[in-house]
């Protein structure tokens, strides 16, 4: 999986820290986890415990986007067989799946070729009545993958706000709160296209908290944000976006439908199921730390904020660990999950767990306790912000001259200054996405 593990590899420390990221990485295969929660025994399709009798249905349908979409869908397809009608996904990572159209989106600016694949997803689920099964298999990088944008505004219109909220740090919530206000499929619209059809939601979650309505924008979900809050995420930031504005300032006077809510009837036959999460390789991740020796702690799976901050309390915790054995005695692996966000004001070149890498490495630079500590951390979907790499891993030696590196840093060049110092991790797309995972072997 790390295509250049090799040469990462330069003490036992480092083989550790790369051994947990992969079992994370691999636990939250989405093709693993439709396999251990979804099964077909005697014509009774059950998810998660609940049991859908597909002699019910005059069709069974598998529409939706996401990295690693391709994933779920090719497992139902082998499990379901004859009984699969046909279905449409839009994803980064195409895969040839017999039955269903697969269609190639953008991420993480959308793009063209994910509008034309998100008009097909809806025109399918339009097609959809009370006899139709829809299986909707929604993972990480859906929100961008399907824009679809709704009424005037067109795709550059999304393109540029979705930059410019990337650009500025806003956290995903705040993103797929507008997202939601500018799409016909996001924000429940999708299960609205679908009713009456029964719905099955399948989701690989990338969102700190797993809240299946910010999972790529939820599409089957019901929708408890407004356009007043959509606008205050334009306001926050300080973003124009004006044809954007004008469609959220029609939507708070009440000129334009909102997002369908909780009681909306589109939803009286959908039930949606997590499939896959942070939680899932964090859980994996610590138990191959035990298993080579190391004690492991948790910090946490919903870690948020500035990346460059969140390394800064990583290393406090490292340092406390090897200073007094509080609260665990080493060697320990400390790990986390969840989702850091940079706020770019240089002209360098990374992504916030490149950024979260560097800024440890800078700390670690003549502090006596991290002196033999490794960090490690990747986006689990391989590809680290708008980088070609998953992450980076570092130790006491990456940062010579502090003074340099900090310049760097300021300059968010975290991608430029680690791959002169062959510290980043390749992996390719891994087919998951459950956000960012962390790790930090301490001797």
Do not use: W
């Amino acid at each position: 999986m790390i295509e250049n593990r090799d040469a990462l590899v330069t003490t036992p420390r480092h083989e550790v820290a790369l051994d947990c990221l992969v079992a994370g990485i691999e636990a939250a295969d989405p093709g693993r986890a439709v396999r251990e929660r979804v099964t077909l025994d005697d014509g009774v399709l059950s998810v998660g415990g609940t049991g859908y009798d597909l002699d019910d249905y005059d069709e069974v349908v598998v529409l939706g986007g996401g990295k690693a979409t391709a994933s779920v869908a090719t497992v139902l397809v082998a499990l379901l067989g004859d009984r699969l009608t046909d279905g449409v996904i839009v994803t980064d990572d195409p895969a040839e799946i017999g039955g269903v159209s697969v269609l190639v989106g953008d991420h993480p600016i959308p793009g063209e070729r994910g509008e034309a694949g998100a008009r097909r997803v809806l025109d399918r689920a339009e097609r959809a009545d009370d006899d139709t099964l829809v299986l909707a298999a929604l993972t990480g990088g859906g929100s961008a993958l399907l824009p679809a944008p709704a009424g005037d505004l067109s795709l550059d219109d999304l393109q540029g706000v979705t930059d410019e909220l990337l650009s500025a740090g806003a956290t995903i919530d705040e993103i797929n709160a507008l997202r939601k206000h500018c799409s016909a499929i996001k924000g429940g619209r999708l299960a609205a296209a679908a009713a009456p059809a029964t719905v099955v939601g399948l989701l690989v979650s990338d969102v700190v908290g797993d809240d299946p309505s910010v999972i790529a924008s939820g599409p089957v979900t019901p929708d408890e944000t407004t356009y007043a809050d959509a606008l205050a995420v334009l306001d926050r930031y300080g973003i124009d976006a004006p044809a954007v504005r004008t469609r959220l300032d029609a939507g708070t006077r009440g000129e334009r439908p909102e997002t369908p809510g909780p009681d909306d009837a589109a939803f009286d036959r959908v039930r949606t199921h997590r499939l896959a999460d942070a939680r899932t390789a964090i859980d994996a991740a610590r138990d191959a730390a035990r298993d080579a020796g190391y004690e492991p702690l948790v910090l946490s799976s919903r870690v948020r904020g500035e990346a460059r901050q969140t390394a800064l309390t990583h290393a406090a915790v490292a340092e406390e660990i090897v200073a007094s054995g509080d609260p665990i005695e080493p060697p320990a692996v400390v790990l986390s999950g969840g989702e850091t966000t940079v706020t770019v004001t240089g002209d360098g070149s990374g992504g916030p767990n490149q950024e979260f890498a560097f800024a440890a490495a800078i700390e670690q630079a003549g502090e006596a306790l991290l002196a033999e500590t490794v960090v490690a951390a990747v986006d689990t979907d391989g590809i680290d912000g708008a980088s070609d790499v998953a992450g980076a891993i570092v130790d006491a030696d990456t940062v010579e001259d502090p003074g340099e590196a900090a310049a760097a840093l300021d300059d968010n060049d975290a991608g430029g200054y680690l791959s002169e110092r062959e510290a980043l991790i390749e992996t390719g797309p891994t087919g998951t996405n459950v956000n960012d995972l962390r790790v930090l072997v301490l001797r």
